[in-house]
Every structure is written in C-alpha cells, then in structure tokens.
C-alpha cells in the first residue's frame, strides 16, 4: 500500500524522507468489537481536595459483537509523520470505498502503534530491508525481524491512538524514551502502553508475556470461504479485480493527467468521492457554456483548472463554515472535543453544499467569459449557498447589479464625467503639468472610475478608455 507525506515537518533530523513510500500489508483479519472503556477522575470522598481524586473506568457494551476489520502493516515506516501519513492514506481510502466513516475520534478508526529504536550509522540515512521477501527464521521475539536494521529494541505497543496529532506525538516520544533507555543501559522490554493527550506520554498498562499475544485457532462454525466464479461473478480474480472502481491515487493521476490541475488540488477532489464527480460535471457544463469542442485543449486547461480553485477553496470553505457554524442556542461553545478535534454539524463533502455542480460550472463560466469579475463571483457564490438557493448565477449577478461593464463606449462617458467633475479639477490639473504626476494622478482616476462603476468596469477596458479620455481633454502629456 502507497503512503503520501502529508507536509508536516518536525525538524527533528537531517535525514531526507521520500514523497512517496510504500507499505506492505502482512495480514486481514476480521474480530469483534468488546465494548469502549473510558476512564475518568472523581473525587475520592465528601470534603475531598480537587487533587484528592482516583480514577474509575466507565464500560460502554453498545458496540459488543460488532465486526472490526485488523489490517496488521510491516514494519516498513521509517519516522512518526510517515506513520500519520500511512494512517491517513488507510483512512481515505476507507472512507472513499464507503467501508466507514474514518472518524477516528468517535472509534470507527483507530491505531495500535508500535515503536521500536536501532542504532544508525551517522555517515548514511537508516535503511529499512522494504524489498525482500521475508526469510524463515526461529525468532519468538519478533516475527517481523527480517524486515529490520540489526540490534532493533523490542517493539513497544500504544493501543488506541485515535487522531493523526497522537499517532505523531506517541512515536516522538516513544523514540525519545526507548532511546533515553537505551543509553542508560536499560533498553525496554515488550510492553504494551497508552498515550495520555493532555501531557504527550506514554503510560505502561502492562507487560507482554511472549511475543505473540493472541493466539489464533479455526472457528468450527465458519466455513472457509471460496472465491469461485458465483462469489466473484467472473471467471478469474484478475478480470474481478479489473472492474473494480477506480482507487484515490488512481483518480488522482487521471485528473492530473486528464484535466492538467495540479496534484494538490486532485488529492483534496479525490479526497472526497462525491466531489470527484462533482468537479467533472462542472467542467462539463462550463465549458458547454462556453461553448469549447471537446478538442479544445485550451479551453479544457483553462476551465478546469478555475473550476479546481473554485471548488477547493470557495466552495470548500462554505462547506467547512457550514460544518463548524454554532447554533443560536450553542453561542460560546467550543467546536472542539478532546484531543483538539473538531466537531462537526455535517462532514465536509459537496454532498452537503447548497450549490450544485451544474450551478458552480455556470458561476465559473461567467468569470472566463468576463461576465463578472472573481470579486463578483465570490459575492454570487455566497449568495448562491446562503440565500438563493436555486437561482442560476447569471440572474443573480443581474438583480444585484454584478456585472462587469465592457463597453468601451460607456466607459469612456464614465472616464469623461469623473475627469471634467470640478471636484477633480485640482488633481486634472496636476495631471496636465506632466512628468512623476502623471501615473499618481491616473491612479487616482482609476480609483475614481472604478468608484463611480460600483467596481463593476472591467480593469482592462477601462484602463484603456480612461487613456484615451485623458489624451482627449490633456492632449501631449508625457510621464
């Protein structure tokens, strides 16, 4: 399985991590869920101190007997950002198959880590074996010993990480702590731990008896499953595996490749299934719009390249205010639970944006065809998700009054009444002397253009009449 750095940088080494990873999947395997357990501080008796306080486990059984899904990695992961990276990639791949919600937070994901340290030679990066097979050997310690660097530590699990920040912080501090241990001449032992978020440290819960802590036997009441041509509807694994849908990192380079968006904005689509269709559509019905063939390369780079900053900014972030927003009645409340993570009304997918994709391709088909200015657009776009709900964007921008004016000759009228108004005299004047107060002063008439327009003439246009009105009435003056 492929990882993809999420950016974050920790400074804690020189050592250079590749973009891109890969991780094997050793094994599957399917449990059932026991329950959630919560721990929690009361106080110890009437009358107590604050700090007189013990710690009881409240046990929640609404989850018992339902199915989990273990996917158990090769220790192929060379630093805790590349561990967040792998994590999250897991989770928008789940999410997207529509396997689960990803919401670590609320249990639907979560991540057992374990950590372990090796010495490393200073003069190279450490290496970690990622492309061999592994070999037969006797080893009860570690199974996945001939994946790794010589003199590695017993692995130290952290159960129950439940955000990218803690899978982070744990392993940080794990290698700091295994290390520290280490060059006191007291390496730890198997042992498995819990992360505390509100000081960033791992707890000991317990020790590890052997190293292989479950114990695996046939369920006589589940039969073996057959993946024959009934279960698969086809006739090999490889023609069932071909007509699968398309993967994240698959969408992401046809969009790239496809559309010539760049592959920050391909990875937000592509993060968000609905939105993938969502942003093809728009495209499409821009550039009918626009009427562009279907061989217009051009035009096909210039719409969607728009409709990607459209929709992974604009849109994305009324979706994310929408998610976030407090009600009347939660006035003052934080939007925040926990380990910083934020609670939301609704997740943030275009399956909740009150603009559709049809709506969005014609709001971007006026700003290519210069309709409206962005400043316009993103007035209508607000309009669009908030109040009219349904109107199209073109009769929006003509009840407001939002349209750009490109007719050179009502710009010209408007240049000519802004230079001769006798509140201007003064400055027209200046401009008439010539020399450095030329550009001032047509920069001042540009504003007052712009002004009397209510910021609707077109930058270009009118920049061009304003010239031509100031040669009329100040013919021969030179900056």
């Known amino acids: 399985m492929g990882g993809h750095k999420s950016g974050h940088g920790d400074g804690a080494q020189d050592i250079e991590l590749s973009k891109f990873f890969q991780v ?10 026991t329950g959630k357990t919560t721990a929690v501080s009361v106080s110890k008796g009437k009358g107590g ?51 689960c919600d990803g919401k670590m937070e609320e249990g639907s994901l979560r991540c057992d880590l374990n950590v372990s340290i090796a010495p490393i030679d200073t003069k190279s990066p450490p290496t970690i074996n990622n492309n061999i097979e592994p070999i037969q050997i006797n080893d009860d310690d570690n199974p996945f010993q001939s994946y790794l660097p010589d003199g590695v530590g017993h692995r130290v699990e952290v159960k ?15 290698a700091l702590r295994q290390t520290s241990l280490a060059i006191e001449g007291t390496p730890t032992g198997r042992e498995t731990r819990t992360f505390d978020p509100k000081t960033g440290l791992t707890v000991k819960i317990r020790d590890k008896t052997g190293a292989v802590d479950y114990r695996f036997m046939p369920e006589p009441d589940l039969p073996p499953v057959i993946l024959d041509k009934d279960i698969l509807d086809k006739d090999t694994l490889t023609e069932f595996l071909e007509q699968l849908p398309e993967l994240p990192e698959e969408a992401t380079t046809r969009l790239m490749n496809t559309y ?32 562009h063939g279907d061989d217009d390369d051009d035009c096909m780079k210039k719409v969607s390249v728009a409709i990607s900053n459209w929709l992974c900014n604009d849109l994305f972030a009324l979706i994310k205010e929408s998610a976030t927003k407090r009600g009347d009645d939660q006035k003052g ?39 409206v200015s962005s400043t316009q657009a993103k007035k209508l776009l607000n ?3 908030n109040d009219e709900l349904v109107s199209l964007p073109i009769d929006i921008a003509e009840s407001n009054g939002w349209k750009l004016i490109k007719d050179p000759l009502v710009l010209r009228d408007l240049c000519e009444s802004v230079i001769l108004n006798e509140k201007n005299a003064k400055q027209f004047e200046q401009y008439k002397q010539g020399g450095k107060h030329v550009r001032k002063m047509t ?22 009449s304003l010239q031509e009105t100031l040669e009329k009435f100040a013919p021969g003056v030179k900056a």
């Open 24 to 33: 094997g999947i050793d094994r599957i395997q399917i449990e059932q869920d």
């Open 383 to 385: 309009v669009m998700y």
């Open 443 to 464: 920069k001042f008439f540009t504003g007052k253009v712009m002004a009397a327009s209510k910021g609707n003439a077109h930058p270009e246009v009118m920049a061009q």
């Open 160 to 174: 129950n990480l439940n955000s990218l920040k803690q899978i982070i912080r744990s392993a940080e501090f794990e």
């Open 260 to 291: 010539f968006i760049s592959e920050a904005s391909a990875l937000i689509i592509t993060s968000d299934r609905p939105a993938i269709t969502f942003y093809e559509k728009a495209v499409a019905t821009c550039r009918k719009e626009l009427g």
């Open 49 to 99: 101190a604050d700090t007189d306080l013990k710690t009881e486990y409240l046990i929640d059984y609404n989850r018992a007997g339902s199915t989990l899904i273990e996917i158990v990695f090769k220790p192929q992961i060379n630093a805790a950002h590349e561990a967040a990276s792998m994590v999250s990639t897991l989770q928008s791949l789940l999410k997207y198959l529509g396997t």
């Open 333 to 371: 409340t934080s939007t925040e639970e926990g380990d910083g993570v934020l609670k939301l009304n609704h997740p943030i997918s275009v399956k909740y944006s009150n603009v559709d994709a049809t709506r969005l391709g014609s709001l971007v088909s006026l700003v290519v065809r210069e309709t």
